[in-house]
């Protein structure tokens, strides 16, 4: 990357979209961001975070790179000439759920190709990222959207295009399942009688200083629960509970029925 200045275009200003600009604009990378959307109220959105927008993309526009931020079911519906990106060479990212690397290539007539599973996190610059590049991308596009994406948390590459469904279910969907435990652990701190405020701080200070014990040891989770449900004590209730319904079980069940909805998308139902 031997420009100083690098300018991305973000079609598609939606929850993702919105997110990546966000965690751009606030990464140290130097970044000219372009949001294009029809929707006047979400591209005034994006302008109350000080990242310009345009209801198309201009005609023979040439950024340095463009993200795809879309529904899957929109670009299916779209033609290149829809996009405005007939004449344009440079990288092309696919944050679409389901959409494969062959029909981006064929729909795009460029093999300058990746497709990235982002979570909202990225908007803190603290996301998780997985990678998939298409076999003919140059070096140097996979140098800068590796770059693009560090920038806004950790990033893997992922060879075998399949697991991108399985990175959909886990990675994208990531913070909503965490999200829907926290409101478990808050709907219980509340109903036994503590207050919303106390049970905000309670729940998020438990997962944050989690996380970080998670993050900083070698050991497997499961070691670090087993260091809590001590043997009679209180937290083995709840586990044992937990392990009686079977919640693993649930929730890896769960995420496959997301992985199965991103394989769906895919071939358009």
């Keep these: 990357m031997s420009k100083t ?3 991305v275009v973000i079609i598609g200003a939606g929850h993702m979209g919105s ?3 966000l965690g751009l604009k606030r990464s140290s990378l130097n970044i000219l961001i372009t949001a294009v959307d029809p929707d006047l109220a979400r591209r005034n959105a994006m302008t109350t975070m000080e990242i310009y927008t345009v209801e198309d993309l201009p005609n023979h526009s040439t950024p340095d790179l463009i993200i795809l931020a879309i529904p899957p079911q929109a670009f299916k519906k779209m033609s290149t000439k829809n996009l405005n990106l007939e004449q344009y ?3 092309v990212i696919s944050v679409m759920a389901g959409i494969h690397l062959s029909e981006l290539a ?4 460029t093999p300058q190709l990746c497709r990235a599973i982002p979570n909202l996190a990225c908007a803190i610059n603290e996301g998780m990222t997985a ?3 298409h076999t ?3 070096e140097e596009n996979i140098r800068l959207i590796e770059a693009i994406f560090s920038s806004l948390g950790k990033t893997i590459t992922i060879k075998d295009e399949t697991l991108i469904d ?3 279910a886990l990675i994208g969907g990531g913070p909503a399942y965490i999200s829907y435990f926290t409101a478990a652990l808050m709907e219980y701190a509340i109903s036994t009688g503590f207050d919303k405020d ?3 701080s309670i729940a998020i200070q438990s997962l944050r200083g989690t996380t970080t014990l998670l993050s900083t040891s070698h050991n497997p989770p499961m070691a670090l629960c087993e260091k809590v449900m001590t043997p009679e004590g209180t937290t083995i209730q709840a586990i044992n509970f937990f392990n009686s319904m079977q919640l693993r079980t649930i929730i890896v069940d769960g995420l496959k029925r997301s992985q199965d909805r991103s394989i769906e998308l895919g071939k358009g139902v």
């Design 136 to 138: 003919q991308i140059t």
């Design 19 to 21: 997110a990546i600009a």
């Design 89 to 91: 060479e440079g990288p």
């Design 131 to 133: 990678l998939s590049f």
């Design 198 to 200: 106390h049970a905000t």
């Design 106 to 109: 064929a729909k795009l007539n």
């Design 166 to 168: 399985s990175a959909t």
């Design 5 to 7: 200045t690098i300018e």
